[in-house]
């Protein structure tokens, strides 16, 4: 069966610093990947999709970047935070085809920035 | 395009009654859908999907939802709520060759008891 892991499920970090979150799929080959940010009380925001290795398709423009070295890793990452990146950050996959895929969901990362 | 529309974002029933949550897509070509549902501080989980064998879909915990596409609908409901299923629900819609997914916003389900 497929999984997704995703870690850390809490960060704590402060301005300026730098962020990696990571997310690796398993039991699947070839999976769109996504980057979704949920801030509180709100609903999703697509942040990355990627349909392949070293293909990443941004939604929003922002401080953040993706990156996909590996055919289901997937990587989350700022240079420098800002407090607007506060958020609850997560991880998906989809299948490949038609859409009658749904997507799949990892347990999510708590990110605060102080 | 794709988009959807989830009518309440916070609905409230007592413990027994009937769960009824609204979801509205727009779409220009039959979409396939799909009802989560996310506890605090977890992902997202699926719950059902439509993807155009049966209009009337039944998924876990006891949910089911209809397809209609006169109404552009596909509300989510279940006969007897549960302090269990009180969460966030989220419906989505994907295109036909889409790679992206479309949610609405969410609506915050309380359970009375």
């Known amino acids: 069966s497929q999984t997704i892991h995703q870690w850390p499920a809490t960060l704590v970090q402060p301005v300026g610093s730098p962020l990696s979150l990571e997310c690796t799929v398993e039991g699947t080959s070839n999976p769109n990947l996504y980057w979704y940010r949920q801030a509180a009380g709100r609903g999703l925001q697509l942040l990355f999709y990627?349909?392949?290795?070293?293909?990443i398709s941004s939604e929003v423009p922002q401080n953040l970047s993706a990156s996909r070295p590996q055919d289901r890793q997937f990587i989350l990452s700022s240079k420098k935070l800002l407090l607007s990146d506060s958020g609850f950050y997560l991880c998906?996959?989809?299948?490949?085809?038609?859409?009658?895929?749904?997507?799949?969901f990892g347990d999510g990362t708590r990110l605060s920035i102080l | 395009a794709q988009s959807v529309t989830q009518l309440g974002s916070h609905v409230s029933v007592s413990e027994g009654a009937l769960v009824l949550l609204r979801c509205n897509y727009s779409?220009?070509?039959?979409?396939?859908l799909f009802w989560y549902v996310q506890y605090p501080n977890q992902g997202l989980q699926l719950l059902l999907k439509y993807t155009s064998a049966a209009t009337l879909v039944k998924g876990i915990n006891g949910f089911e939802a209809e397809f209609k596409k006169s109404e552009t609908s596909f509300h989510l409901t279940k006969p007897s709520a549960h302090m269990s299923d009180a969460a966030e629900y989220f419906c989505a819609v994907r295109a036909f060759y889409g790679n992206q997914f479309y949610f609405g916003t969410g609506t915050s389900l309380t359970v009375i008891p």
């Open positions: 779409s220009s070509v039959p979409p396939y």
């Open positions: 998906a996959w989809s299948g490949r085809g038609l859409g009658n895929q749904p997507q799949h």
């Open positions: 990627s349909v392949g290795i070293g293909q």
